[in-house]
């Protein structure tokens, strides 16, 4: 059949490498994909919220599956938008309808969904601009730390931690009064503290079945020793040492079914991806947060790890059939490390030439902000590749990721060289 993913960045071309893989897949297309993707498929020049041109493009090149990847085509509704059409509507879409995708897009309904069904999370309160005082005044009567989250999209940097009163009533008024973080922090959520190890769980769903693909951990602040400014992500390790068989039996009785049944007990359509982020606190497992897409960089370290035909995953989950399938997955740990343009989060230079992109067989390279441009491969964004590597314990995989990124030829680059470093 004739695919076509939705996306840019090194969650894509994982994806697309692995959809690539399938004898099911006749033409591969990613719209608008990078200088990796085009060596699994064909890139096409697409805006991911334009639906009306991906629907022209899909008609006119038979497309029978439509991969999305990124949070926003979600959340505006690109499943409704296909799905309400008569010659679009058979099209299997991987991703949730877009009040599916409100778990994601919307802090504050994310919550009410776990009160909802008793799925264990952190108590909170929220504020807008209506109420800033009584949010400031909630600051001054409680005790630090402070998490303050906006409660719209705002790529992976929307949480702020306040160890102190004085920079938790700051930040609240910078994210609700200035725009710290746009339309995403005109209402904001001040949640409890959660105290312990955090794990992610990826789980597809038909709306009804579910199988769970393998755990991750990863790395978001920018420096080592998990310091500095939050990022969209700088590695990840797969499985999670500490992710045994009972602490999963439990994650799945206490939050996966309980979360897959909510939503089909609220009559909320959902095909797709649920990324579970997870804290462990006093050995209990419970929720930060929902995505409705799978994580990047957790994409480029699970995905390699499943021994499953991807098209025939997806296939399962556009017809409701996810209870006829299990899955299979190498018995190995994989590390990704993320190689970013120095000074990344904030400012950083683009269209810097790289070279020297070596792999073997433990690893492999996978593109997110990259770009060809006269015949040479250049950066073009703040988190410009991801090396995972196979192993056999964490700190053996880990280190091949880091020599295979000190190889590249790539000035000002910066990656963490710690990544995994508490299981080492």
């Known amino acids: 059949m004739n695919i076509l993913v939705l996306g840019s960045g090194g969650r894509e071309h994982a994806l697309a490498w692995k959809l690539a893989q399938s004898t099911k897949t006749e033409q591969l297309f990613i719209a608008p994909g990078n200088a990796g993707t085009q060596n699994v498929g064909t890139n096409v020049d697409l805006d991911i919220l334009d639906f009306q041109s991906i629907a022209d493009f899909a008609l006119k090149n038979e497309i029978k599956m439509l991969v999305v990847g990124p949070e926003a085509p979600l959340v505006e509704g690109v499943y409704d938008f296909f799905k309400a059409k008569e010659n679009l509507k058979d099209i299997i879409v991987i991703g949730p309808s877009k009040l599916g995708a409100v778990l994601e897009g919307s802090k504050t309904f994310a919550k009410e969904f776990m009160f909802k069904h008793n799925i264990p999370t952190g108590a909170y309160e929220e504020y807008t601009q209506k109420n800033l005082q009584e949010g400031l005044d909630f600051i001054n009567n409680n005790k630090a730390p402070f998490v303050l989250k906006a409660d719209g999209l705002a790529g992976g940097k929307g949480v702020v931690i306040s160890f102190n009163q004085e920079d938790a009533k700051k930040e609240l008024t910078e994210m609700i009064s200035e725009s710290k973080f746009g339309t995403a922090s005109t209402k904001v959520i001040i949640e409890e503290f959660l105290d312990g190890i955090e794990f992610s769980v990826f789980v597809l769903s038909d709306g009804t079945n579910y199988v769970v693909l393998p755990t991750a951990k990863d790395y978001k602040r920018v420096g080592e020793g998990d310091k500095g400014l939050n990022t ?20 799945d009785e206490t939050i996966i079914k309980p979360t897959v049944n909510g939503l089909k007990k609220d009559e909320i359509t959902y095909e797709g991806f649920i990324y579970i982020g997870l804290i462990l606190v006093d050995g209990k497992p419970k929720v930060i947060e929902y995505n409705c897409r799978m994580g990047d960089p957790e994409t480029q370290v699970v995905i390699p790890l499943l021994e499953n035909d991807l098209v025939e995953l997806f296939q399962h989950t556009g017809n409701g059939t996810l209870d006829q399938a299990k899955i299979q997955k190498k018995d190995k740990t994989a590390v990704t490390v993320v190689v970013a343009a120095n000074g990344y989060p904030e400012s950083y230079p683009k269209g810097v030439a790289i ?13 997110a902000g990259t770009k060809m441009q006269d015949g040479q491969l250049v950066s073009s964004g703040g988190r ?24 590249m030829d790539f000035e000002a680059k910066y990656f963490r060289k710690d990544i995994g470093y508490e299981f080492y």
Do not use: R
């Open 232 to 251: 969209g992500g700088m590695g990840a390790v797969s499985p999670v040492p500490f992710v045994s068989e009972a602490l999963m039996k439990e994650v």
């Open 384 to 407: 410009v590749l991801a090396v995972t590597s196979f192993g056999n314990n964490i700190k053996e995989t880990a280190q091949k990721s880091f020599d295979l990124a000190e190889k």
């Open 355 to 367: 070279n020297n992109l070596e792999t073997n067989e433990d690893s492999i390279v996978f593109h």
